[in-house]
């Protein structure tokens, strides 16, 4: 099962992280609300675990709009919010459990085994389609009605996150983020060798998708215009 511990106190996310995955349990991790909206968004999660107060974003909102795209994982709020008042608020946004800190950690532990046996109502689609490319995000093959080839892990995950996103700017940092994981160290330089990489591939099987730079921003994902 893949979780996603969306948590601004960074210790004691690494430490649910921790024995989330002595359970077993793959994670991704988050430290922001609005890198978490993202994460959130552009991957398929069994359980997600929300804390309320974050920075730029706090949970009400990333929750109110992960329900907004019709996205059913299971969301445990965690917050030192106990009021009655601020439990229902928390419910009534889409929340399917709701736990108040300090809590030990085998209770969320529970909890997060509880929601698990819940049946599953989520389908995932493996394939993204986006104006005449085709990506396999299983086999990491991405095509057009040209020509099709295989891309390295990174270019794949790289790919899939404009794909998801197409023509939004996409920052750096998140980038290297969700690529490389929010704890890796990578030089600026690798980012840029693998947006060269992916413009050749798309270029070469004829795509009419093309990756646009935005000045000490980011990229772009964008349709090429009379492609």
């Not at 601004?8 to 793959?26: A, M, P, Q, R, V």
């Not at 736990?99 to 532990?109: R, T």
């Not at 020509?147 to 794949?156: D, F, Q, T, V």
């Not at 920052?171 to 890796?184: A, M, Q, T, Y």
């Amino acid at each position: 099962m893949r979780l996603l511990v969306i948590e601004d106190n960074k210790d004691l996310c690494d430490s649910i992280c921790f024995h989330l995955k002595n359970e077993g349990y793959t994670t991704d991790t988050c430290y922001t609300g609005e890198t978490a909206l993202f994460y959130a968004l552009q991957n398929t999660y069994d359980i997600i675990i929300l804390d309320r107060m974050l920075p730029v974003m706090d949970g009400l909102t990333i929750l109110k709009e992960i329900r907004k795209h019709s996205i059913n994982v299971p969301v445990i709020l965690v917050t030192a919010m106990s009021d009655i008042n601020d439990r229902i608020d928390g419910l009534d946004a889409g929340a399917d459990d709701y736990l108040v800190k300090p809590f030990a950690v085998n209770e969320l532990l529970a909890r997060v085994r509880a929601l698990a046996r819940r049946p599953s109502t989520i389908m995932v689609s493996n394939t993204l389609t986006l104006a005449n490319l085709t990506l396999d995000t299983t086999t990491k093959c991405i095509s057009t009605p040209y020509k099709s080839m295989n891309l390295a892990k990174r270019e794949s995950d790289l790919l899939e996150c404009f794909m998801r996103n197409s023509n939004r700017i996409l920052p750096r940092e998140l980038l290297l983020s969700r690529v490389w994981g929010p704890d890796h160290f990578v030089e600026d330089g690798n980012l840029d060798n693998y947006i060269c990489f992916l413009r050749r591939h798309l270029k070469n099987i004829g795509a009419k998708l093309t990756l646009k730079t935005i000045h000490t921003v980011g990229y772009q994902l964008i349709e090429q215009t009379g492609a």
